[in-house]
């Protein structure tokens, strides 16, 4: 147990964390990062009375995932509670995952039959259209229902991608997600059974063969996509929620369902909403702002245009954000902290290691040290840089949610 | 074992420990803390030609009582050792606590007998003034000295707080504090017997119960204060000392009996003296200066100014500390360090957990960084943001007693 779990105490005071994905830049532009470049009055007047800094997500020169990123945002140690490939595809899909549930990822193949045994001739199907992946994946999930009393959910992802939700009568003992992949890695071999590496995990193994099974004669006369392989196997972590760590009452607003997902793990509440802009999350904020104790407002787009590389685009959700923060801090929220789970410099075309920008604003801050909310001057900050899974203890602190420690 | 316990090595060197007791401040006027309110050109002086940083005593956001900020301090991971409230509570009025003993806290109580069984109908007594809790505590020490060959102390607090001592006639082993608190929480309820959890505590638990009756006998007579509860059992620390760990004759030069006790456990050297200002204090600290490697000198007021939210008092503490400066660098320490056991902000009245300024000084430093000894003058220090743990470390390193890790 970490020492902020010991000291928690009830508090009225509200945290709201807003997660800018992949905020974090490298200079796109006369030497200056997406942040940088962004015009954004109202960031620059709240950094300068703010606590700023960094954090690093997982370690140094660590790209984090998704995943690590957001549980250590949310307190919890990344490298202690790994979230599976197939748990983090499921999520990402919409799919709901419980304790129930083994939760695997699959990928579309085509096989040649040989002397009536399938040989893998392509293992992504050609990446298939997205289009066509949906229709099979409807197909599939509409003839199977369940196997052996074991509820099968399936949900398209993009191209050759789905996920595989079984769902299991009751709660699952811990290692019944050690079943092996089917997926033999090359061509021109057979796929392999999936089998159990634990007596828990037999029973899970015998029922996702028997699905590879059905599923190859449903897709049987497929000219592409005629089989299926699994990778992945996973059940959902075992994570104290964070009312039972910090008795806080949490909220997430976030439009992806990865996001959503994530935060379901930690116990918190996830908003159904209407819309998908920063505005229409704003909304929902004000909406439920009595209901809760801390909220996640997640804001994907800053993520996606950095995958992109499209720095002008990141620059231009900045500075929406940055248009809306007045409204934000309409809600006078006790504690406001501005970062993102990892950075995504538009540079480099995906997540990367680089320290997050960070901002806590409360009524218990120094300030006064940073002019503007960005890489450079937050390494200025009373912060410093870091580890990611200590942002939570701050936040709690500033919102004298946690008491003293000894005496 | 930690690595800096391995390096050690003689010399012949002295460091000086100064600890402003909860000096860290936030902005209390025209966005200012108290260290940049205050007018310390000697300190200024100093903060620009040493080392400067800040250090986070137990983690982030957690904000440390007295006890596990002053280990930190000295070397010691607070959260590896940890103090029993009974013996920090014995520490704080004044009793010695040795490994033959098991210290526990008492609150003076009503109760009511109904049947012959006395029921809780008050667990503090009505906060009993000081005074009375004097008058009492001594008829207890007076009347009870012994029992059963245990002997038997106790120190009034404030109000209806007393501290009680059971000093057996060898070192207890381990585990013999694991008695269960007499205090049933609730009023309404019968007092508890004190239980031992382990066997070598049951004989602590015996000795106890009878001392309970015995005091329950004396005070029958007392209108409000006719009973006494229990918490808190438990036995000194097992610390190495600071000789055993880093080859150094320690001393204490402090006021308050909590800290003087905190350094008799780490093996310090306790010295008396007359009075109790800050120039007393380095009247005795030039005294014992050729008898000692390490000095610790600890000025409380600081935390006490702050703690009632009193900065204006606190900034002159800081100024007066400015103007003994020089005293205290004529004896030409080699390596003198600036700091507090954590900050206490007049703006919170009390502690909380905000990094606190710190200076180190000796031939060995950049210096350069930093105009001030300020919470944001430090941040720009060489030092960085540090576990307070580690400070020793630097100061070991800086007195030339570390030697080299590895070929």
Redesign the interface.
Known sequence: ME??DR?VQAGRSKILLVVLDGIGGLPVKDGRTELELAKTPNLDRLARVSATGLHIPVDYGITPGSGPGHLALFGYDPLDHQIGRGVLEALGLGLEVRDTDVAVRGNYATVDYRNGKPIVVDRRAGRIPTEENRRLTKKIGDEIKSIDGVEVMVAPGMEHRIAVLFRFPEPLPEGSDRVTDTDPQAVGREPLDPSGLTPQAERVARVAKEFVNRVAKILREEERANFLLLRGFSQKPKLKTMYERFGIRSCCIAVYPMYRGLASLVGMEVIDFEGSSIEDQIRVLKKVWEDYDFFFLHIKKTDSYGEDGNWEAKVRVIEEFDRLLPEILELKPDVLAITGDHSTPSLLKGHSWHPVPLLIYSN??????SSRFTERECL???I?I?PAK?I???????ALR??????
Chains 1, 2 share one sequence.
């Open positions: 020492v902020v000291v218990y801050v120094l300030g006064g040290t200025k900050g009373e410093g870091i200590k939570m203890n701050l936040l709690l602190a500033n946690l008491k003293k420690f000894g005496a």
